[in-house]
């Protein structure tokens, strides 16, 4: 199943903030998709859970929960941060106050919706093996603030929820955004029920340590570092890897596939340029996913993550597309 919701896109221009995130790429995507599968219908925010903040605070530690649903000043802190909006000599940057429509109250409500349609389109996958949010996929944020354009942790926030209410016991996270998913792995350092999985760009950010905008390295249970002119060797260190993690970490109970569109060689934002993969062979790579899930019978939910420009949503449709070319039940 897809789901989606317009009002839970993010629409950073709204408040000002300027980053290559198109806001309109889920939009595209489900249009498209809607053409082609006239059944879709947008997902009922009615439907959605109020994420609570006891669901929150089961991954993120109560001091940055509490500056968040906190003063607006405080709110407004952890939002500068989360978004890089000022530069170390306290400047503006990727922000303009003056194109700011919308208060920063409202971006934290929108993220929390799309918290709680993670862990909807989660609980879905749980019984039909296959959904995919338009949306979500916040893999940088850590126990203690948001970090690289993500405010809170849906991943990791649905899966301690699903535990929590005995829906599953074990999990992964394969994260295959251009970047290292370091969020999960920093939260789930001593948790051994959730394994995580990265292939990502061995150089650039987050990896290159050294200030405040760039965290340290945190291990995944596995890493793939992909690096500069190793591109043909991206699919076949994908299987190997996974292949890994099924051994070492077998049967989970569902997996969270973090499904960034950012290692595309068409994509716009500089710090993903260090794995440049073509449009057949992102397909390649998702096709591969979604074969390798069915395969061994694990509950398959997906989240965009990372794609910037204004063709990242050309590969979430190519995708989509082969999911519903073959198993058209599986977009109902």
């Not at 859970?49 to 709110?75: C, Q």
């Not at 959904?131 to 990791?156: E, K, P």
């Not at 290692?263 to 794995?275: M, N, Q, R």
Request: hydrophobic share 35%.
């Amino acid at each position: 199943m897809i789901f989606y919701h317009p009002d839970c896109d993010l629409r950073f221009s709204e408040y000002g903030i300027e980053i290559p995130i198109v806001d309109e790429r889920a939009s595209h995507v489900f249009s498209a998709l809607k053409y082609l599968y006239p059944f879709l219908e947008y997902t009922d925010l009615k439907t959605l859970p109020r994420i609570t903040r006891e669901d929150l605070e089961r991954v993120h530690n109560k001091d940055f929960i509490h500056r968040l649903l906190g003063t607006a000043g405080e709110r407004q802190g952890e939002i500068y941060q989360c978004y890089e909006l000022v530069n170390d000599q306290g400047k503006f940057e990727r922000y303009n106050p003056k194109n700011q429509k919308r208060d920063w109250k409202e971006l934290v409500e929108t993220i929390l919706m799309q918290v709680a349609m993670t862990y909807n389109s989660t609980k879905y996958a749980l019984k039909n093996g296959f959904s995919y949010h338009l949306g979500g996929g916040m893999h940088h944020s850590m126990s203690f603030a948001g970090r690289g354009f993500c405010l809170v942790n849906d991943i990791v926030i649905t899966l301690r929820k699903l535990q929590n209410e005995g829906a599953i016991k074990t999990a992964w996270i394969v994260d295959v955004d251009v970047h290292k998913g370091d969020g999960a792995p920093e939260i789930l350092q001593n948790d051994t029920t959730i394994r995580t999985f990265s292939i990502h760009m061995k150089e650039g950010w987050p990896l290159n340590s050294g200030t405040v905008r760039d965290p340290w390295f945190i291990p995944s249970s596995i890493d793939v570092g992909i690096d500069v002119g190793e591109d043909d060797q991206y699919l076949a260190r994908l299987e190997s890897g996974l292949l890994e993690m099924q051994e070492r970490f077998p049967n989970p109970d569902v997996v969270i596939v973090v499904n960034g569109a950012d290692p595309y060689e068409h994509d716009e934002l500089p710090s993903a340029s260090f794995i440049n993969l073509s449009k057949e062979q992102m397909l390649a790579r998702d096709k591969f996913l979604y074969q390798f899930f069915k395969e061994r019978n694990i509950p398959q939910s997906y989240v965009m993550a990372g794609g910037y420009g204004s063709k990242a949503w050309e590969i979430y449709l190519q995708f989509l597309k082969f999911v519903g070319e073959n198993a058209p039940f599986h977009l109902k």
